[in-house]
């Protein structure tokens, strides 16, 4: 912060690094510490809330400056979306943890919803393949892939951490492409922005195990095709969606004959309701193309920093404390 706030150094917001004010060159990479990672992925979608919530716990005082300046609770998109707290690439642990908080309840509804549980059969897949364990037992490998002592065993786990991954987010994309989510009034936004979560948090963890194995090839052809993905396919027009949900939910009101009292009750309860989340899945959905894309950066990482992509892993995940630390900057620095 000090080198930041005298203008030695500029931050590069999208990519979470610093570079030298007086060339360009890149000076290090800013990532979060796993317990700083832990409590943004615990964090309510509100700003207010969030920006009160710093101000009153002590231990997070003196990161504040850190994070306001990384933009990382500076707007409802970064604090809500699965990537916004996968801003380190070794970040998939708090990813899982916050995709764990949208309450979407996508596992059940692929059981109720019948364009979704058609679409998960057409696929000739069934619904514990969509479920949140596989994701678990893909994180188990990368986490003993980081672990392990040997190349081999590191290669061997990280390649099936990959395999799943991978896998999973292939998956979801399909279940995305047949349901199309924001234009289907069955399916609840928080239900969308849960299955678009369960996408983004599988192309982190895809994004992890590839940095580990350290193809730079694969890594950026990795990151462009998921940011691709989900800023193309997962796109969200928010006026559109609004208007067409607005219209069914007047529509099956009417004739079901409810009355005026269920008629008031859209327009006063479930419309601005509407309203808030779909402003929210607009912000998130931004928010996650823009980090996807940024990590392509990250793929000279290793010789930028000069230690193999095992190493950086290992250095951040034991990285201590609840922080922000910058993986680089030279001695001269100083």
Same mark, same amino acid.
């Given at each position: 912060m000090p080198l930041l706030e005298r203008g030695v150094v500029l931050l590069n917001r999208e990519a979470n690094r610093l570079?030298?004010?007086?060339?360009?060159?890149?000076?290090?990479?800013?990532?979060?510490?796993t317990g700083l990672g832990e409590f943004l992925a615990s964090l309510p979608a509100s700003v207010e809330s969030v920006q009160k919530l710093i101000t009153t716990t002590q231990e997070l005082t003196q990161v504040a400056p850190a994070l306001q300046a990384l933009q990382l609770i500076s707007t409802v998109g970064a604090i809500a979306s699965v990537a916004g707290v996968g801003v380190s690439i070794v970040g998939f642990a708090t990813v899982l943890h916050r995709l764990k908080r949208i309450e979407g309840k996508l596992d059940e509804m692929m059981m109720k919803i019948d364009d979704l549980r058609t679409a998960v059969q057409s696929l000739g897949a069934t619904t514990e393949s969509f479920v949140m364990a596989r994701l678990s037992s893909a994180k188990e490998n990368l986490d003993r892939g980081i672990a392990a002592d040997t190349k081999d065993e590191q290669v061997s786990l990280a390649r099936d951490a990959r395999r799943l991954f991978q896998e999973s987010r292939l998956r979801y994309l399909e279940l995305w492409r047949r349901t199309d989510p924001w234009n289907n009034p069955d399916i609840e936004v928080v239900t969308a922005l849960e299955l678009q979560g369960r996408y983004v948090a599988s192309a982190i963890g895809e994004l992890q195990a590839e940095f580990l194995l350290g193809d730079r090839g694969a890594f950026v052809h990795a990151t462009r095709s998921a940011a691709r993905d989900v800023a193309d396919t997962?796109? &969200?027009?928010?006026?559109?969606?609004f208007r067409l949900r607005s219209?069914?939910? &007047?529509?099956?009101?009417?004739?079901?004959?409810?009355?005026?009292v269920h008629q008031a009750t859209v327009l006063t309860t479930f419309l601005p309701m509407l309203r808030e989340q779909l402003r929210l899945a607009a912000a998130v959905t931004t928010e996650s193309a823009s980090r996807l894309a940024a990590f392509e950066d990250d793929a000279e990482l290793p010789t930028l920093v000069g230690a193999s992509a095992h190493e950086i892993l290992r250095v951040v995940r034991d990285a201590p404390g609840v922080d922000v630390f910058a993986l680089g900057l030279p001695q001269e620095a100083t």
């Open positions: 570079v030298w004010a007086r060339d360009g060159r890149f000076a290090a990479k800013l990532t979060p510490s997962m796109r &969200l027009d928010a006026l559109k969606v219209d069914t939910s &007047l529509v099956r009101v009417a004739t079901k004959s409810y009355g005026p």
